[in-house]
């Protein structure tokens, strides 16, 4: 198993960037997927980003172009650089990962608030 804690969030003017964390307990290396989902106030919790270990990359359609995901296999980190944020993208951020010796698994969430 493993924790994952994030960190990096907090508040930023519209147009700002942050740089969300993702800490892992133990090792990434044998971590097949990771990603970084958001909820914002009142909706579900949606997907924004997944890297696997092989280094494959997708992004939800509303941030492409905007935000970069990475993973840090030496640090035992995940990474999601987000860039010309707008309100829209208030939300809790959660890192997740899974994998064949690891079942799903999720941060406690950090904190991202945008103001106009």
């Known amino acids: 198993q493993v924790t994952l804690v994030e960190s990096g969030g907090g508040l930023v003017q519209a147009g700002g960037s942050l740089r969300l964390s993702c800490r892992a307990s133990?090792?990434?290396?044998?971590?097949?997927?990771m990603a970084w989902h958001r909820q914002a106030p009142g909706k579900e919790r949606e997907l924004v980003a997944t890297?696997?270990?092989?280094?494959?990359?997708n992004y939800a359609d509303f941030v492409k172009g905007r935000f970069t995901v990475s993973r840090d296999d030496a640090e035992n980190t995940l990474y999601l650089q987000m860039d010309m944020l707008n309100p829209e993208d208030t939300g809790i951020y959660f890192c997740f990962a899974n994998g064949r010796a690891l079942r799903n698994t999720w941060g406690q969430g950090t904190q991202v608030t945008v103001s106009s």
């Open positions: 133990r090792s990434i290396l044998s971590i097949e997927n």
């Open positions: 890297i696997t270990s092989g280094g494959r990359i």
